[in-house]
Protein backbone atom coordinates (compact mmCIF):
# COMPACT_ATOMS: atom_id res chain seq x y z
CA UNK A 1 0.00 0.00 0.00
CA UNK A 2 1.47 3.51 -1.16
CA UNK A 3 1.57 5.51 1.86
CA UNK A 4 2.73 9.16 1.91
CA UNK A 5 3.97 10.90 5.05
CA UNK A 6 4.43 14.51 5.57
CA UNK A 7 6.23 16.23 8.82
CA UNK A 8 7.66 19.40 9.69
CA UNK A 9 4.47 21.91 9.68
CA UNK A 10 4.52 24.54 12.73
CA UNK A 11 4.02 27.62 13.61
CA UNK A 12 7.26 30.20 12.36
CA UNK A 13 7.71 33.96 12.09
CA UNK A 14 7.45 35.94 8.90
CA UNK A 15 10.83 35.75 7.80
CA UNK A 16 11.57 32.53 9.22
CA UNK A 17 12.58 29.14 7.59
CA UNK A 18 10.61 25.90 7.27
CA UNK A 19 11.84 22.25 6.11
CA UNK A 20 8.86 19.92 5.58
CA UNK A 21 9.61 15.82 4.86
CA UNK A 22 7.55 13.51 2.76
CA UNK A 23 7.72 9.61 3.65
CA UNK A 24 7.23 7.52 1.45
CA UNK A 25 6.43 3.29 1.22
CA UNK A 26 4.76 1.08 -0.83
CA UNK A 27 6.74 1.78 -4.04
CA UNK A 28 9.52 2.58 -5.56
CA UNK A 29 10.18 6.11 -4.75
CA UNK A 30 13.33 6.33 -7.24
CA UNK A 31 10.71 5.63 -10.20
CA UNK A 32 8.26 7.92 -9.26
CA UNK A 33 8.23 12.06 -10.07
CA UNK A 34 7.05 13.80 -6.64
CA UNK A 35 5.60 17.00 -6.19
CA UNK A 36 4.26 19.46 -3.45
CA UNK A 37 0.95 20.96 -3.26
CA UNK A 38 -0.27 23.60 -0.63
CA UNK A 39 -4.02 24.78 0.45
CA UNK A 40 -4.42 28.05 2.29
CA UNK A 41 -7.17 27.99 4.61
CA UNK A 42 -10.32 27.85 3.36
CA UNK A 43 -8.92 27.59 -0.42
CA UNK A 44 -8.23 25.93 -3.47
CA UNK A 45 -5.18 23.46 -4.09
CA UNK A 46 -1.75 25.18 -5.43
CA UNK A 47 0.74 23.44 -6.98
CA UNK A 48 3.93 24.76 -5.97
CA UNK A 49 7.29 22.26 -6.70
CA UNK A 50 7.77 19.18 -8.89
CA UNK A 51 11.13 16.69 -8.50
CA UNK A 52 12.20 14.32 -11.07
CA UNK A 53 12.70 11.13 -10.18
CA UNK A 54 16.25 11.26 -10.54
CA UNK A 55 16.40 14.66 -8.85
CA UNK A 56 17.97 17.08 -11.28
CA UNK A 57 15.02 18.10 -13.00
CA UNK A 58 13.06 20.69 -10.52
CA UNK A 59 9.80 22.94 -11.28
CA UNK A 60 8.58 25.84 -8.88
CA UNK A 61 5.08 27.96 -8.65
CA UNK A 62 6.43 31.73 -9.38
CA UNK A 63 4.92 32.50 -5.72
CA UNK A 64 7.82 30.45 -4.29
CA UNK A 65 10.24 30.48 -6.80
CA UNK A 66 13.66 31.93 -5.18
CA UNK A 67 12.29 31.28 -1.65
CA UNK A 68 11.51 27.27 -1.74
CA UNK A 69 13.78 24.47 -2.63
CA UNK A 70 12.50 20.94 -3.35
CA UNK A 71 15.42 18.21 -3.13
CA UNK A 72 14.97 13.98 -2.59
CA UNK A 73 16.91 11.43 -0.38
CA UNK A 74 16.76 8.35 -2.86
CA UNK A 75 18.07 6.19 -0.45
CA UNK A 76 16.02 7.50 2.60
CA UNK A 77 12.62 7.86 0.47
CA UNK A 78 11.72 11.14 1.32
CA UNK A 79 11.18 14.44 -0.23
CA UNK A 80 11.67 17.63 1.13
CA UNK A 81 10.63 21.22 0.95
CA UNK A 82 12.99 23.89 1.94
CA UNK A 83 10.88 26.77 2.51
CA UNK A 84 12.51 30.32 3.57
CA UNK A 85 11.73 34.16 3.87
CA UNK A 86 8.51 32.67 4.63
CA UNK A 87 5.37 34.75 4.55
CA UNK A 88 2.05 34.91 5.74
CA UNK A 89 0.66 34.26 2.31
CA UNK A 90 2.60 30.93 2.46
CA UNK A 91 0.11 29.60 5.37
CA UNK A 92 -1.59 26.48 4.29
CA UNK A 93 -1.68 22.79 4.22
CA UNK A 94 0.97 21.56 2.47
CA UNK A 95 0.65 18.11 0.86
CA UNK A 96 3.05 15.68 -0.98
CA UNK A 97 1.97 13.83 -4.07
CA UNK A 98 3.10 11.03 -6.05
CA UNK A 99 3.37 10.43 -10.11
CA UNK A 100 3.87 12.95 -13.24
CA UNK A 101 2.04 15.36 -15.61
CA UNK A 102 -0.49 16.17 -12.24
CA UNK A 103 -1.47 12.39 -12.35
CA UNK A 104 -1.64 12.70 -8.57
CA UNK A 105 -2.82 9.12 -7.76
CA UNK A 106 -1.74 9.26 -4.19
CA UNK A 107 -1.18 11.79 -1.98
CA UNK A 108 -0.65 12.63 2.39
CA UNK A 109 -2.47 13.66 5.04
CA UNK A 110 -0.81 16.92 4.70
CA UNK A 111 1.10 19.11 7.34
CA UNK A 112 0.11 22.44 8.49
CA UNK A 113 2.94 25.63 8.13
CA UNK A 114 1.20 28.75 9.36
CA UNK A 115 3.38 31.67 9.58
CA UNK A 116 2.65 34.52 11.71
CA UNK A 117 4.14 37.03 14.55
CA UNK B 1 0.62 30.75 -17.48
CA UNK B 2 -2.64 28.35 -18.25
CA UNK B 3 -5.94 29.29 -17.06
CA UNK B 4 -8.30 26.68 -15.33
CA UNK B 5 -11.54 27.97 -15.47
CA UNK B 6 -14.42 25.63 -13.33
CA UNK B 7 -18.17 26.24 -13.40
CA UNK B 8 -20.58 26.18 -11.45
CA UNK B 9 -18.75 26.97 -8.29
CA UNK B 10 -21.42 26.08 -6.65
CA UNK B 11 -23.53 22.56 -7.30
CA UNK B 12 -26.61 21.74 -5.16
CA UNK B 13 -28.15 18.35 -6.47
CA UNK B 14 -31.17 16.02 -5.01
CA UNK B 15 -29.96 12.71 -4.27
CA UNK B 16 -30.31 10.32 -7.14
CA UNK B 17 -30.17 13.36 -10.11
CA UNK B 18 -27.26 13.51 -12.18
CA UNK B 19 -24.50 16.35 -12.36
CA UNK B 20 -22.05 18.32 -13.97
CA UNK B 21 -18.66 20.11 -13.83
CA UNK B 22 -16.88 22.07 -17.05
CA UNK B 23 -13.41 22.77 -16.46
CA UNK B 24 -12.19 24.85 -19.00
CA UNK B 25 -8.35 25.72 -20.20
CA UNK B 26 -6.97 28.87 -22.07
CA UNK B 27 -4.84 26.93 -23.78
CA UNK B 28 -4.79 23.27 -25.05
CA UNK B 29 -4.03 20.60 -23.23
CA UNK B 30 -2.58 18.42 -25.84
CA UNK B 31 1.03 17.21 -25.47
CA UNK B 32 3.33 16.45 -27.38
CA UNK B 33 3.11 12.88 -26.64
CA UNK B 34 -0.30 13.25 -28.08
CA UNK B 35 -1.44 12.64 -24.34
CA UNK B 36 -3.94 15.37 -22.46
CA UNK B 37 -2.95 15.74 -19.54
CA UNK B 38 -6.36 16.18 -17.38
CA UNK B 39 -7.05 15.08 -14.12
CA UNK B 40 -9.93 15.05 -11.89
CA UNK B 41 -10.41 14.92 -7.96
CA UNK B 42 -12.29 15.13 -5.23
CA UNK B 43 -11.54 16.44 -2.02
CA UNK B 44 -14.16 15.84 0.65
CA UNK B 45 -14.34 18.19 4.16
CA UNK B 46 -11.60 17.32 6.40
CA UNK B 47 -9.84 15.10 3.99
CA UNK B 48 -7.15 15.13 1.46
CA UNK B 49 -7.48 15.22 -2.23
CA UNK B 50 -8.16 11.85 -4.53
CA UNK B 51 -7.66 11.53 -7.97
CA UNK B 52 -11.18 10.21 -9.65
CA UNK B 53 -10.09 10.73 -13.16
CA UNK B 54 -6.70 10.79 -15.44
CA UNK B 55 -5.80 11.70 -18.78
CA UNK B 56 -9.35 13.03 -19.23
CA UNK B 57 -11.39 10.31 -19.25
CA UNK B 58 -9.62 7.12 -17.22
CA UNK B 59 -11.37 6.29 -13.95
CA UNK B 60 -8.72 5.36 -10.64
CA UNK B 61 -9.54 1.64 -9.48
CA UNK B 62 -12.39 2.06 -6.82
CA UNK B 63 -14.21 5.17 -8.05
CA UNK B 64 -18.00 4.08 -9.37
CA UNK B 65 -18.50 4.15 -12.57
CA UNK B 66 -21.33 6.50 -11.61
CA UNK B 67 -18.25 9.11 -12.52
CA UNK B 68 -17.22 10.10 -15.94
CA UNK B 69 -14.49 12.42 -18.06
CA UNK B 70 -15.01 13.45 -21.04
CA UNK B 71 -13.90 16.63 -23.23
CA UNK B 72 -10.85 17.53 -25.62
CA UNK B 73 -8.71 20.41 -25.99
CA UNK B 74 -9.20 22.91 -23.64
CA UNK B 75 -12.79 21.67 -22.50
CA UNK B 76 -13.53 19.36 -20.25
CA UNK B 77 -16.45 17.84 -18.02
CA UNK B 78 -17.02 15.72 -15.46
CA UNK B 79 -20.17 13.67 -14.32
CA UNK B 80 -21.88 12.27 -12.26
CA UNK B 81 -24.80 10.03 -13.26
CA UNK B 82 -26.53 10.24 -9.79
CA UNK B 83 -25.53 11.82 -7.13
CA UNK B 84 -25.21 9.79 -3.37
CA UNK B 85 -24.44 12.15 -0.52
CA UNK B 86 -20.80 10.33 0.10
CA UNK B 87 -20.23 12.64 -3.40
CA UNK B 88 -20.27 15.70 -1.23
CA UNK B 89 -17.18 17.77 -1.29
CA UNK B 90 -14.59 20.04 -3.46
CA UNK B 91 -14.28 18.69 -7.23
CA UNK B 92 -10.99 20.27 -9.30
CA UNK B 93 -9.12 19.78 -11.83
CA UNK B 94 -5.52 20.27 -12.69
CA UNK B 95 -3.82 20.46 -15.99
CA UNK B 96 -0.24 18.55 -15.84
CA UNK B 97 0.54 19.58 -19.57
CA UNK B 98 1.81 22.65 -18.95
CA UNK B 99 4.26 24.54 -16.74
CA UNK B 100 3.24 25.93 -13.97
CA UNK B 101 0.54 23.03 -13.28
CA UNK B 102 -2.37 24.72 -12.63
CA UNK B 103 -5.91 24.26 -10.86
CA UNK B 104 -9.62 25.08 -11.28
CA UNK B 105 -11.14 27.17 -8.44
CA UNK B 106 -12.69 24.19 -7.19
CA UNK B 107 -16.63 23.06 -7.71
CA UNK B 108 -18.54 22.90 -4.19
CA UNK B 109 -20.99 20.01 -4.82
CA UNK B 110 -23.61 19.89 -1.78
CA UNK B 111 -27.11 18.18 -1.50
CA UNK B 112 -29.90 19.80 -2.07
Known amino acids: EVQLLESGGVLVQPGGSLRLSCAAS????????MSWVRQPPAKGLEWVST????????YYADSVKGRFTISRDNSKNTVFLQMNSLRAEDTAVYYC??????????WGQGTLVTVSS | DVVMTQSPLSLPVTLGQPASISCRSS???????????LNWFQQRPGQSPRRLIY???NRDSGVPDRFSGSGSGTDFTLKISRVEAEDVGVYYC?????????FGQGTNLEIK
Open chain 1, 97 to 106: AKGAYGNYAH
Open chain 1, 26 to 33: GFTFSSYV
Open chain 1, 51 to 58: ISSGGDNT
Open chain 2, 27 to 37: QSLVYSDGNTY
Open chain 2, 55 to 57: KVS
Open chain 2, 94 to 102: LQGTHWPRT
